[in-house]
């Protein structure tokens, strides 16, 4: 069974983004960044939200061909094309870049996906990740916090209908206060 594992980026009150979508306050460092693309290189599968998606394919796919790209940002665009990525969507009708569209049942694509061998998949996007919360799909979360407050926006945790209880299992600290925790679902 394939672990299913949710991180991202986060202001120290929970958000992936402040109001009006507003990430700027959350640029990584060149070593955060490596640990994301490293991530990334350790992952078979990423499943994405339709707005998430849309952010990443809105870059990524060219972010290689960028005027001051970094070696680290060149080798996550290559790795980001090439990967499998699944999007779930009702509103979009097409993706591209080794991308599988899926419109129906998310929860059940998902554990579809999970019962599947191979190596882990990433989630991305608060929606379609609160409804794998929900459904206790999530079997590790990983948090890049950066010392900032937003006051609102985006939350990167949604309503739950139960706890979930984890294990820190790592914490380590980036450039510019960032910390990262890395949590295990307890079952």
Do not use: C
Request: glycine content about 10%.
């Amino acid at each position: 069974m394939r672990k299913l594992i949710y991180g991202m980026n986060v202001s120290l009150d929970g958000y992936i983004a402040a109001p009006g979508e507003d990430i700027s306050w959350g640029v990584p460092s060149d070593e955060l960044f490596q640990f994301w693309s490293d991530q990334l290189r350790a992952t078979d599968v990423t499943l994405y939200g339709r707005k998430l998606w849309q952010t990443m394919s809105s870059h990524w796919p060219t972010g290689d061909q960028q005027p001051g790209a970094t070696p680290a940002q060149i080798e996550f665009a290559r790795r980001w094309r090439d990967m499998s990525k699944v999007v779930f969507s009702s509103t979009i009708d097409k993706v591209d870049w080794n991308t599988r569209l899926v419109t129906g049942d998310a929860v059940a694509e998902i554990t579809r996906l999970k019962a599947e061998d191979g190596g882990p998949m990433d989630i991305g996007g608060p929606t379609l990740a609160g409804a794998a919360m929900r459904a206790g799909l999530i079997d590790e979360y990983v948090l890049a916090t950066s010392p900032v407050l937003v006051g609102g926006g985006k939350p990167f945790f949604s309503a739950l209908d139960s706890w979930v209880n984890l294990n820190l299992v790592e914490t380590r600290t980036f450039p510019g206060g960032v910390t990262l925790t890395r949590y295990e679902t307890r079952r």
